[in-house]
């Protein structure tokens, strides 16, 4: 079927290091300044990620658009594992377009994110349930609860991968419900896409599809019907305890890419905070061996890429 690996083909394991959206205060483990970044993104290569998927956070844990920090954490990376890079550009609240392609821009990954559509973005929806916490900033991220846009309009989506393409970097398409799976048909058939598309689903965000097992198959169905043979791969990445590591044991199942990391989730068990990104890519790697799914190798995927993952040769 289109986009899916064959019963026994080897799929990718992306792990989504630190993101922009977990506070601090919710889990001490979650990577903030260059070096920890770095430290968790090999520790995740080394338990067997494919590929790591980045934001950069200052020392604070502030998300950050400073392009010199994601060449900082890239390079830290690259001088000690062979992972395949994927940058951010979905940025955080109230970040420009520029500031949101500057660290893609300046560390030069195989792959880069685009998020295929404007939504309402909440990660923290319900006042009694939000978290304690220690500084002015996650305060104010708090605050603003209610009100969360995520905003990527069609000539923004133009402008992303049109850069992209010219940075010749492979845009990883992020859809968070169905009609963004419909954007992407329209961005192709209009030329701004080049097929094939790797399409990854993110499930669980307030304001995008649900996160339950049949949110996912409904997604990955209307994927093959909508984009049919220019689907080149579907990743699924499911938010928070235990959809994350749910939706790996079906994509693992099912020949789907997956991505897991303290980005989506910070619990290991309900009541056991994750100590680290390499932790969750390890229940992932055995969630794949009990369903006899191979990862694969940054080698296999760079080779999956093409030419753009290296930058041996120039696409025409
Ligand atoms: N934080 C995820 C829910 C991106 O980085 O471009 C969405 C995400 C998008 O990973
Ligand atoms: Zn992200």
Same mark, same amino acid.
Not at 252 to 261: A, I, M, Q, T, Y
């Given at each position: 079927m289109t986009g899916l690996r064959g019963k026994y083909e080897a799929s990718v394991l992306t792990a989504a290091i630190t993101g922009g959206d977990v506070l601090p205060s919710q889990s001490?483990?979650?990577?903030?300044?260059a070096d920890a970044i770095v430290a968790e993104a090999v520790g995740a290569a080394e338990a067997g990620a494919t590929c790591i998927h980045i934001h950069a956070r200052d020392d604070e844990g502030r998300p950050s658009a400073?392009?010199?920090?994601?060449?900082?954490?890239?390079?830290?990376?690259?001088?000690?594992?062979?992972?395949?890079?994927?940058?951010?550009?979905?940025?955080?609240?109230?970040?420009?377009?520029?500031?949101?392609?500057?660290?893609?821009?300046r560390a030069q990954p195989e792959i880069a994110t685009l998020n295929l559509g404007t939504m309402n973005y909440e990660?923290?929806?319900?006042?009694?349930?939000?978290?304690?916490?220690?500084?002015?900033?996650?305060?104010?991220?708090?605050?603003a609860s209610g009100d969360g846009v995520f905003v990527n309009t069609l000539n923004m989506l133009r402008q992303f991968a049109s850069t992209l393409r010219e940075l010749q970097i492979t845009p990883e398409l992020e859809a968070y419900d169905l009609s963004h799976i419909a954007m992407a048909r329209f961005l192709i058939d209009e030329g701004t896409l080049e097929p094939p598309v790797r399409l990854q689903l993110v499930l669980g965000v307030l304001g995008g599809a649900g996160n339950a097992p049949r949110d996912l198959h409904l997604l990955a169905d209307a994927a093959e019907r909508i984009l049919g043979d220019e689907l080149g791969s579907v990743a699924v990445a499911g938010l928070g305890f235990p959809m994350q590591f749910r939706h790996a044991a !079906?994509?693992?199942?099912?020949? /789907?890419?997956?991505?897991? @990391?303290l980005e989506d989730n910070i619990r290991l068990r309900r009541d056991v905070q994750a100590t680290?990104?390499?932790?969750?890519?390890?229940?992932?790697?055995?969630?794949?061996?009990?369903?006899?799914?191979? !990862?694969?190798?940054?080698?296999? /995927?760079?080779?999956?890429l @093409?030419?753009?993952?290296?930058?041996?040769?120039?696409a025409a």
């Open positions: 001490p483990h979650i990577p903030c300044g400073d392009p010199a920090l994601f060449e900082e954490i890239v390079s830290g990376i690259r001088d000690q594992t062979d992972v395949v890079v994927n940058i951010s550009t979905g940025g955080a609240p109230g970040m420009s377009l520029d500031e949101r392609l500057a660290g893609a821009r990660g923290f929806p319900n006042r009694e349930r939000w978290p304690e916490v220690a500084s002015d900033w996650e305060r104010e991220v708090l605050e !079906i994509a693992f199942s099912s020949g /789907l890419d997956c991505r897991v @990391g680290s990104n390499a932790e969750l890519v390890g229940v992932a790697i055995g969630l794949a061996d009990h369903v006899a799914r191979p !990862i694969m190798t940054p080698t296999a /995927l760079r080779e999956e @093409g030419p753009w993952a290296g930058k041996t040769e120039v």
